[in-house]
């Protein structure tokens, strides 16, 4: 019997720039042990694919490893796998941008390993069949997959044994299906069961067995450092296989050059299974989820896994308008980055980067950091093309129909929306590089069902093996229930309410308010005096009473001023509230007029707000033309991760209110300290 070749392959990836502890804890925890091991036994052919600024991170603070990769390259025990330098999901950026950050990937592995990829790693498993002539444009070969993306095409899973062909326009490229079964046993089976599970794969002669997963979960995730290394199951592991007689391990391209693929295959715009479910919004899970279960796990794994399927990744544009409005911003620069210089374009680049646009059991987009990380990056970019005198532009941002007005100071980048109220959806500083307005509406989430109806778990496990992120319970704090508040209205600045009651803190953080107008979420038009947007709305109590919104922006290098004025037919009592709602880095550390709001904040009678940020050393400062009852309290969001379910402070929402006015003024300063 001939031996089955073992395709192993491991990707490694930290999200650019990253806090410095969550990186040294994965080098710690996976990247160095998982490669001291290794490098014990280097007859173990396998993959590696690394994105490019993780690779240099290593090479600077922890040369020792990356000498053990030189090493293990020169051996021939690695077979290196390209992709976006910067990890991209390659179908979300143009196809420019795609040459560029694959080839300065293969540059990058061929300068410092001598050795130029033939595969690719594809992020996130996004696939879609036009990015073929640009993948092969650049020297690469194959593709690995999920065997799921060929299942949901219609293939069947004895037809797994190998790599495909497809093309696109008639450019050629390889396709490589990754075992689901495998994905899900190594490292997490024993060594004799993850054995067993690399046997099973065998359809055919010489058909192989195919894994490429996160190198994370070698050392990384939940159980698993003591498991792999303390337990040795790494090294059990690679001494099996290389003692196996039946078993060999191989390079993918080798095994290309060797084997004739399995025919044709034209595959599904898809990701993972899972991506699938969590691109859709809540509902769609919860109904998708129902339906899978209807029709049974047998039923699915068999037959329906072709015709049930959730959302596509670009799904998370429609789900997260701003993680859309972030995405256009970028594309908004990538088409003008011949007028950037060359350091402003890695700027560009730094902001492809894949994690901030998405969220699953990973935090992504809820992770305010990341968020952080790519509004600096686009205020580099920002910084670069400012000018002294203050520019104004109306363009359609995030492609939705609607107008917006960038203004762009020697100090600001300030973006005002038409279709959300009139209100501010971008406020960076230019100095700190810092998007005061990078704030996120608390919405519903799917797993969110687990906290309002948890449900008893039992998940068994043998002491041969450990569970995996999909298959551990997730622990549930019966606290949490009570900050699953959901917004109705995206959590910008200058944002109008009216009530035919006094707001007051609770009402104000809970939404328990009477709104009786429509302006806080719906278009204004923008008049020709490019800085007036107007709405002809309504009172809404008994009638609707017509009303008109006229709000008046003005703009000085580090200050917003407001002049707002209203008309409407309804005489009796309204008060009116103005909603700003910012983002810190640590909102329970700011204060309000020199005071902590972790608590919340509640005075009367104010016209003068002054918000510190000790993060940025500088100062917000608010002013209005009447005394107002202001109101302020922590903007918490509850997310999903990998450990269980996380409160995390996005930043702070206030309110100034006051009985009804024609006429309302209100300013906006940055002031550096």
């Not at 920002?382 to 359609?396: N, P």
């Amino acid at each position: 019997m001939s031996k089955i070749p073992l395709l192993f392959g491991v990707h490694m990836h930290q999200p650019v720039d990253n806090f410095g502890e969550s990186v040294d804890e994965a080098i710690k925890l996976c990247y160095k042990p998982f490669f001291e091991t290794m490098l014990r036994y280097k007859e173990f052919k396998f993959s590696v694919h690394c994105s490019g600024w993780l690779l240099e991170r290593i090479r600077q603070q922890n040369p020792e490893i990356f000498e053990n990769m030189k090493t293990l390259t020169q051996a021939g025990s690695i077979e290196w796998i390209g992709a976006g330098y910067y990890e991209p999901v390659l179908s979300s950026i143009p196809s420019r941008d795609r040459i560029a950050q694959i080839d300065m990937l293969s540059n990058y592995i061929l300068k410092h390993f001598g050795v130029k990829p033939k595969g690719l790693w594809l992020t996130e498993r996004v696939w879609e069949s036009s990015l073929i002539p640009d993948i092969k444009s650049c020297g690469i070969e194959y593709v690995v997959l999920d065997d799921y993306h060929f299942l949901s095409s219609g293939f069947d899973a004895k037809d797994m044994g190998g790599y495909y062909k497809t093309e696109e326009g008639g450019v050629e490229l390889g396709l490589f299906p990754i075992s689901k079964s495998l994905r899900y046993a190594l490292p997490f089976f024993s060594v004799k069961k993850a054995i067993e599970s690399i046997l099973a794969q065998k359809k055919g002669k010489n058909s192989p067995a195919v894994i490429f997963d996160d190198g994370e979960k070698f050392g990384l995730w939940p159980q698993t450092h003591e498991w792999v290394y303390q337990k040795k199951w790494l090294q059990k592991f690679v001494e099996e296989v290389i003692q196996n007689k039946d078993i060999k391990t191989q390079h993918y391209f080798e095994y290309m050059q060797k084997n004739r693929s399995l025919g044709i295959a034209y595959l599904n715009n898809t990701s993972y299974f899972e991506m699938g479910e969590w691109s859709l919004r809540a509902e769609q899970t919860l109904a998708f989820e129902e339906l899978k279960q209807s029709v049974g796990d047998d039923y699915f794994e068999q037959k329906g896994v072709a015709f049930l399927k959730g959302g596509i990744w670009k799904n998370f544009f429609i789900k997260y308008i701003e993680s859309n409005y972030l995405h256009k911003r970028m594309l908004y620069f990538s088409a003008r980055q011949n007028t950037l210089g060359s350091g402003v374009v890695e700027s560009l680049y730094k902001l492809q980067t894949n994690d901030v646009f998405w969220h699953g059991v990973f935090g992504g987009l809820y992770l305010p950091n990341l968020r952080d990380n790519a509004y600096r990056y686009l205020l580099e970019i920002e910084k670069s093309v400012s000018k002294k005198d203050i520019t104004t532009q109306i363009l359609d941002i995030d492609m939705d129909g609607f107008d917006e007005l960038k203004v762009l100071s020697s100090k600001l980048s300030v973006v005002i929306s038409s279709k959300n109220g009139a209100s501010m959806v971008e406020f960076g500083s230019l100095g700190s590089l810092f998007n005061y307005q990078n704030t996120l509406m608390r919405r519903k989430e799917a797993y969110h069902e687990k906290i309002l109806n948890p449900k008893e778990i039992e998940h068994r496990q043998s002491d041969d093996e450990i569970n995996t992120i999909h298959s551990d319970a997730l622990e549930v704090d019966e606290e949490l229930k009570g900050e699953l508040v959901y917004d109705w209205h995206p959590k910008y600045s200058f944002v109008d309410h009216f009530s035919n009651t006094e707001f007051s803190l609770e009402s104000f953080r809970n939404l328990t308010f009477d709104e009786i107008g429509d302006f806080a979420n719906q278009p204004f038009a923008l008049k020709e005096k490019k800085n007036t947007f107007v709405r002809d709305g309504g009172i809404y109590l008994d009638r609707c009473y017509k009303s008109r919104l006229k709000k008046e922006y003005r703009f000085f290098h580090t200050k917003i001023e407001l002049r707002y004025k209203m008309k409407t037919d309804y005489e009796g009592e309204v008060f009116y509230g103005c909603e700003l709602n910012f983002h810190f880095a640590h909102p329970d550390k700011i204060t309000f007029n020199s005071q902590n709001i972790v608590d919340g904040f509640s005075e009367n009678n104010l016209d003068e707000l002054v918000i510190y940020d000790d993060f940025t050393s500088e100062k917000l400062i608010i002013k209005t033309d009447t005394k107002c009852s202001v109101f302020g309290y922590i903007l918490n969001t509850v997310s999903q991760s990998e450990s269980g379910f996380d409160k995390v402070a996005q930043g702070v929402g206030i309110l100034f209110s006051q009985p009804f006015c024609e006429k309302f003024k209100i300013s906006l300063e940055l002031v550096d300290e």
